[in-house]
């Protein structure tokens, strides 16, 4: 069984930082990528920033200049910096991770979440 085990977030002024944590642990052969996606009240999940384990880096364009996905493939996690956080990026953030197991199927599953919170 994979899991994802989710940290950081919650409450920031505007302009703060905050930073997110997601270690994947369990019966993962490879990975083909990781990173985050977020979901406001009310409107569809969007994807954050996220990058395959070849090395392709994506940023939304709302993100782009302040928030920097990084990973640590000896722990198979990786980290969401926020900077210059505004009231719009208030949502719940997602972990995502797209792997293989063991019998090469692969597998694409979710951590269950954590509330970052940007108002004054």
């Known amino acids: 069984q994979v899991q994802l085990v989710e940290s950081g977030g919650g409450l920031v002024q505007p302009g703060g930082s905050l930073s997110l944590s997601c270690e994947a642990s369990?019966?993962?052969?490879?990975?083909?990528?990781m990173g985050w996606y977020r979901q406001a009240p009310g409107k569809q999940r969007e994807l954050v920033a996220t990058f395959t384990w070849t090395g392709t880096t994506t940023y939304a364009d709302s993100v782009k200049g302040r928030f920097t996905i990084s990973r640590d493939n000896a722990k198979n996690t990786v980290y969401l910096q926020m900077n210059s956080l505004k009231p719009e990026d208030t949502a719940v953030f997602y972990c995502?991770?797209?792997?293989?197991?063991?019998?090469?199927?692969?597998?694409?599953?979710w951590g269950q979440g954590t509330q970052v919170t940007v108002s004054s």
């Open positions: 369990g019966s993962i052969f490879s990975i083909n990528s």
């Open positions: 995502n991770l797209g792997y293989r197991n063991r019998f090469g199927a692969y597998r694409d599953i």
